[in-house]
């Protein structure tokens, strides 16, 4: 199976429905650790397809298999057997080199701690992940400076982390993820240190962010969090169980 790449570098199949372009296709994916003579099969079989533009949570109980898959959609990890297209890209038949590459260009990071380097700025936090990507100072500063304004920030260019509250250290987190244009946001327990309020302004960002249209995954183990994205995948035992759960039907399997 071929999926249209959001860069148009190939081509869609006529058998495919959707004329929308698929940003993460997992085809029979499995994960298998070994320790010893044990197998522990942490992804069985998974199949999932998102397309551009989507909000989805991926939910499931510890051990679930949704950690693994968070993983592999971010290209930290390969599957042990199936494929994963991300933006129409085979990531199995994909250098290491160009794995750095994809993920500091096509995936936008946000995690449950900031990473944020304490001695520098925000902007100067926000402005990295261009570095890496070989763009020149002034465009660099240009573009952090917009992604601190687009969260929110705009009066914390200069400030370094321990001046900001945790909240605003996640909007860094948020800004750095989205200066690189990446076509999909993956954030992994993003509210899990923050507060009820702080929580409802983190994720108000990400429903702007995907009005905007970026794709975004979520991986959270909070019902009220997931009920604000548009679709929830839930994981059990290295398994999807329901890849297309509402947050209106949530309550009836959670």
Do not use: W
Not at 133 to 153: D, F, H, N, P, T
Request: some cysteine; aromatic content about 4%.
């Amino acid at each position: 199976m071929q999926y249209k790449s959001s860069e148009n570098n190939s081509v869609i199949l006529p058998e495919q429905k959707s004329h929308k372009i698929v940003i993460v296709a997992l085809e029979n994916v499995s994960k298998i650790y070994v320790m010893g003579d044990v197998e522990a099969r942490a992804l069985n079989e998974v199949s999932l397809t998102i397309e551009q533009g989507e909000y989805c949570s991926i939910m499931g109980a510890s051990g679930s298999g949704k950690s693994t898959c968070m993983n592999i959609i971010g290209c930290l990890d390969r599957p042990t057997f199936g494929n994963y297209y991300l933006d129409g890209l085979d990531i199995a038949n994909t250098s290491e080199k160009e794995l750095a590459k994809i993920r500091n260009l096509k995936i936008g990071f946000i995690f449950q701690q900031f990473h944020l380097l304490p001695q520098i700025t925000a902007l100067d936090n926000v402005s990295l992940p261009m570095l890496y990507a070989g763009i020149s100072g002034k465009e660099r500063r240009e573009r952090a400076a917009a992604a601190l304004k687009q969260v929110g920030l705009e009066n914390r260019m200069n400030n370094k982390p321990n001046q900001l509250s945790g909240g605003q250290q996640q909007r860094v987190a948020i800004a750095r993820a989205i200066v690189n244009r990446p076509v999909l946001l993956l954030a992994d327990e993003p509210t899990g240190a923050l507060d009820t309020k702080t929580t409802q302004e983190v994720l108000d960002i990400f429903t702007e962010l995907n009005t905007s249209g970026i794709t975004v995954i979520m991986v959270t183990h909070a019902p009220h969090v997931a009920k604000q994205t548009k679709r929830v995948i839930l994981f059990s035992d290295g398994q999807v169980v329901n890849s297309n759960l509402t947050p209106d039907n949530l309550n009836s399997v959670v």
